[in-house]
């Protein structure tokens, strides 16, 4: 019998975790899998709706660790971690994505001899400002098994040095919560909660720093969203930070009345928001593979995106953060010029079941070898 403990910290690994929890309840006779929640982004009602949504069970430890720097989130964690991974001795800690709770529960388990497993590996921007890549480059080079979503993760990784027998290519298992999910998005009455026609709104969600975080690019970011919502209704689940920010410069009060402006939206109804919209604008990772897989048009307001293959072959445009630009692109996908795209190899709905024939041999070694 194994003993893995999953680690979530922050939303996006919630859906990440919860395909790979199904998994492993096949294997019930090999795995005991057991979730903490490092409570690094920590919400109740969210948080209660996520578990609610994707079926989870509730997590079997919850560290509580909240907001706070960098430093400060990463320290709590490993102090917290380790106490956990001394009770329970497990065989493998299962860490997915790149938030600050992915390499300091990597970290904890390395340091106590413990195998660490990497959902999403092999994924990079190439941009070292960005906390998630560091954390993103540092859990790859210390883990024992990475598990990769798309095929720039297979080259990172090769050009990196990394042995090709801890490698597996399994696909994406955000896209097996999204298959798994339909027909409940499907069911979903947000369009009618906020009055909206499929595929006649556009979608935006924006959180980074460098979109949100100073007066000038949210006088610019309110000034785009403005001419945007001349074209279409725009729906704005707001981010907090990016609300208090906008409350802060008085800026709230300048959008239009076209804009809707929403709380923090759960997995089941957003995803159905994602399916429907006509154009989405986004500074996240995630609803990039989403709205790939769907053939929903993205933009995507960022420099670089560890996410190649959405613009490569998905419906994904990089256009970086001149909102001028990005202006251009908007305007032109609503006057119908689209992008083709097609859905990545193995973004099939069976990542997780992969991860969980491969994590389930009794011989792992023996398993990354055939």
């Known amino acids: 019998m194994k003993k893995i403990i999953s680690v979530v910290g922050a939303r996006p690994n919630f859906m990440k975790v919860a395909p790979i929890h199904k998994a492993f309840k096949k294997h019930h006779d090999k795995i005991t899998h057991l979730i903490c929640h490092t409570g690094q982004h920590y919400d109740e009602k969210m948080s209660k709706v996520f578990f609610e949504d994707l079926e989870l069970p509730q997590p079997d430890f919850y560290l509580g660790v909240g907001s706070g720097s960098h430093a400060e989130q990463t320290a709590t964690v490993m102090i917290e971690f380790e106490k956990i991974l001394i009770n329970e001795k497990p065989d493998l800690v299962l860490v997915v994505g790149d938030v600050n709770s992915t390499i300091a529960c990597s970290l904890t388990a390395k340091k106590l001899h413990i195998k660490v497993v990497h959902v999403e590996a092999g994924l990079r921007s190439f941009d070292m400002e960005m906390p998630e890549e560091i954390n993103r480059i540092l859990t790859d080079r210390i883990s024992d098994y990475l598990f990769v979503t798309e095929k720039s993760g297979l080259e990172n990784l090769k050009n990196e040095g990394v042995d090709d027998s801890k490698v597996f290519f399994v696909g994406n298992v955000m896209i097996d919560s999204l298959v798994h999910y339909q027909p409940k998005i499907n069911k979903s009455n947000i369009l009618e909660h906020f009055n909206l026609s499929p595929f006649n709104f556009c979608l935006v969600t924006l959180h980074r720093p460098s979109n949100v975080d100073t007066r000038e690019s949210l006088e610019k970011l309110v000034n785009f969203l403005n001419i945007l919502a001349k074209e279409r209704k725009v ?119 992969r991860i969980a024939e491969i994590l389930s041999k009794d011989d792992l070694k023996k398993g990354m070898m055939e």
């Open 235 to 353: 729906v704005f689940p707001i981010h907090p930070r990016t609300k208090i920010n906008l409350e802060k410069y008085a800026l709230i009060q300048t959008l239009s009345d076209a804009i809707i402006l929403s709380e923090p939206i759960g997995y089941i109804d957003f995803q159905a928001l994602i399916k429907n919209a006509e154009l989405i604008v986004t500074d996240s990772g995630g609803i990039q593979e989403e709205s790939t897989y769907l053939g929903v048009q993205c933009i995507t307001l960022r420099t670089s995106t560890e996410r190649p293959s959405t613009v490569d072959i998905g419906t994904n445009q990089l256009i970086g953060v001149d909102l001028e630009k990005v202006e251009v692109a908007c305007l032109n996908v609503l006057a119908g010029n689209k992008k083709a795209g097609i859905i990545p190899e193995l973004w099939d709905g069976k990542a997780a079941k």
